[in-house]
């Protein structure tokens, strides 16, 4: 129970007339890293979003550390402890790479309005401390050499890094990747997996989402598998592997043809 | 002896009219960056400027409050109204915000024009002449002081931030319908000290200075200036204050030329004329393709 970080209990979400999902139950760990796979339009980024506070589930529980993150605004839930990336990368592109990750920064800026509008020594401090460890995160994710530049200008791949770095730069204690790998070449797969193992040594939760299959195998602590917006199955990636229910979602059944 | 000093003066008495509303300008087009730098198209900035304007004025004719008093008041009295119409109108976003903001400013023209305090059609008239150029200078210099303050600050990167991508900024832990309310109500303040100002100038207020066409007016300085710096408004407030001036030559051409040179900016600038950032850009790439 004091292991439990995130915990989805019966939740169900309708849109009109379409269930996306029906009575969804499973619990994210703490220290761990936590995979949800399922084909397309499972509604696997309709779990996020519902942990993320953009949409209310129609029924059950979303508890984060023991407390229920039912009716809170987003940004509530980030301070809470909660941060994601997004499937379709959604980084502020009209800014700098540095600018970036210091608005990950918001919540622990702590200076009032005298020290904003008389540059005070502490607004200085205060500023200083993010803008090193906003460069510290860049760093982190290899993206330090081009703090300055406007983050349009990056590749996609570059993209989710630098999304990643701000999600971590809301120090969460729980971080919602939404297909962490999409467009990163294999190279840049192993080096984010290695990253993300880091990231879970440090006690952090990570609960992602993510179709390519090696990568989720290969990282995922547990894994549950999404279909028509049930839970087909829970467990390690063996378990997974060898279930014929997960098999059949992605395969199809035998005589099927 | 003075041939110099009688022709400033001759200058002088026909265009510091012309000057003051130079720097006035330049303050509501700044305001309208301040919303802007958040996302908001709002339209309701002029309107905003007619109540600093009339209740400034009212409280100099009527209740002989101070010069700087009548500021201050003529700033709060539009923030006021803002907090309370800024909670519900906010929620609405992109044209459906600009559409009730501008149904807002008509609402504020209409009420000016039926009411009997503000003299209605008419206008108020008798409006001591206290302002003179240092004010607005100063007020000028402490609105950009301010807001390049906010700008270089976690309020700033909010600000921007929200306007690239509400729903991220969200998950960043900005409270983004405070911040938004935040820039909406500093706006409005800005321009009730703008219309403060301009009310102790002109001698006459009317209410078809606070309508529809002024709001664009100042939605134009500031998106021909450019919206990424604070230089761009302040430009933009400069040159369309000017502009129709210096084609007066042109007489009946002028609103065609003024026109022209409109339509240019905006096809071959379209981020307008100040926009440092790209070239900065720009500047690095290429520096960094020729090493």
Redesign the interface.
Known sequence: MSNTLLSIRNVSKRFGGLHVLQDVNFEVPAGSIYGLIGPNGAGKTTVFNLVTGLLQPNGGNIDFQGESLLGLPSHRITHRGIARTFQNIRIFKEMDLLENVMVGLHDHLEYGTLGLLFNTPGYCRAEKKARERALELLTWVGLDHKADLLADSLSYGDQRKLEFARALATEPKLLLLDEPVAGMNPSEKTVLMEEIRNIRDRGYGVFMIEHDMRFVMGLCDRIAVLNFGRIIAEGNPDQIRNNPDVIEAYLGKEDDQ | MSSMATWFNDFWSTYSTLVFTVGVHAMMALSLWLTLSCGLLSLANAAFMGIGAYASALLTLQAGWSFPAVLLAGGVAPALVALVIGVPVLRLSGVYLAMATLAFGEVVRITILNMDITGGPEGLNGIPLATEGWHILLLLALTIY?LH??RR???G??F??IK??E??????????ARYKLLAFVLGSFIAGVAGALNAHFTFFISPREYGFENAVDFLTMTVLGGTSGLVGPILGGTILTLLPELLRFLHDFRSLVNGAVLVLVVLFLPKGIWEP?RVR?WW??RTGVSK
């Open positions: 301010v303050r906010l600050s976690k309020v990167r909010a921007e931030s690239e991508d729903v991220a900024a969200r998950l960043m832990g900005i409270n983004v950032r850009a690095v790439r």
